[in-house]
């Protein structure tokens, strides 16, 4: 299994970032899939997880309204597009495998993570 998060930079506040992450060593269709975040300092912070049919989909409260995720099956990717980001937003960012669906917060697979930082 292998995931590989890109799209990571640095913006200013209000602007958007579109990461993200190829998932490949696994049926990409079958598993719930999650973002995950950790600041500088701080313990990791679930952001959002999108099912397996890219129907349902979910988010923190201090992201919701601001970023997207998605997936695309036949590219094996997974997507979070972010707006309007915040200096509270800067973090690692980590595409990971949940290790029971959309509610685990536990994962059994992580990605080496993308920079994301919001600064002017």
């Known amino acids: 299994v292998q995931l590989v998060e890109s799209g990571g930079g640095m913006v200013q506040p209000g602007g958007s970032l579109r990461l993200s992450c190829a998932a490949s060593?696994?049926?990409?269709?079958?598993?719930?899939m999650s973002w995950v975040r950790q600041a500088p300092g701080k313990g990791p912070e679930w952001v959002s997880a999108?099912?397996?049919?890219?129907?349902?989909?979910y988010y923190a409260d201090s992201v919701k309204g601001r970023f997207t995720i998605s997936r695309d099956t036949a590219k094996n990717t997974l997507y979070l597009q972010m707006n309007s980001l915040k200096p509270e937003d800067t973090a690692l960012y980590y595409c990971?495998?949940?290790?029971?669906?959309?509610?685990?917060?536990?994962?059994?697979?992580w990605g080496q993570g993308t920079q994301v930082t919001v600064s002017s």
């Open positions: 990971a495998r949940p290790k029971a669906g959309v509610s685990d917060d536990e994962y059994d697979y």
């Open positions: 999108i099912n397996t049919g890219g129907g349902s989909t």
């Open positions: 060593g696994f049926t990409f269709s079958s598993y719930d």
